[in-house]
């Protein structure tokens, strides 16, 4: 059965840290796009950063270019997502999906994913 399955969320200050973690099973994550999404309320959902298997490369968002770090631990199963510098705007539900790692589409496009976590709540606030 695949699953993801998020952790790590949690309040924090602005300009703290945190590193939310997706551990996968029933599926081997490295063969596959995986990528990390967020919504808050009453927002769409968007990509925040993705590992792209077909091109094997990290891409990231705008809004988060310096701040955020992706990374994958193969023996674990995991991917992370290492944020740094947080602000108020950060604060969101954080997913992690995987799709197919053969899609043409930017990875950062949540539409095209087709397994997800239950996410983890991320609040930045003093």
């Known amino acids: 059965q695949v699953q993801l399955v998020e952790s790590g969320g949690g309040l924090v200050q602005p300009g703290g840290s945190l590193r939310l973690s997706c551990a996968a099973s029933g599926f081997t994550l490295d063969d596959y796009t995986v990528g990390w999404f967020r919504q808050a309320p009453g927002e769409e959902r968007e990509g925040v950063s993705c590992?792209?298997?077909?091109?094997?490369?990290?891409y990231y968002a705008d809004f988060v270019q310096g701040r955020f770090t992706i990374s994958r631990d193969n023996a674990k199963n995991t991917v992370y997502l290492q944020m740094n510098n947080l602000r108020p705007e950060d604060t969101a539900v954080y997913y992690c999906a995987r799709r197919p790692g053969t899609y043409t589409i930017g990875c950062l496009a949540y539409p095209w994913y087709n397994n997800w976590g239950q996410g983890t709540q991320v609040t930045v606030s003093s």
């Open positions: 590992i792209d298997k077909r091109t094997d490369r990290n």
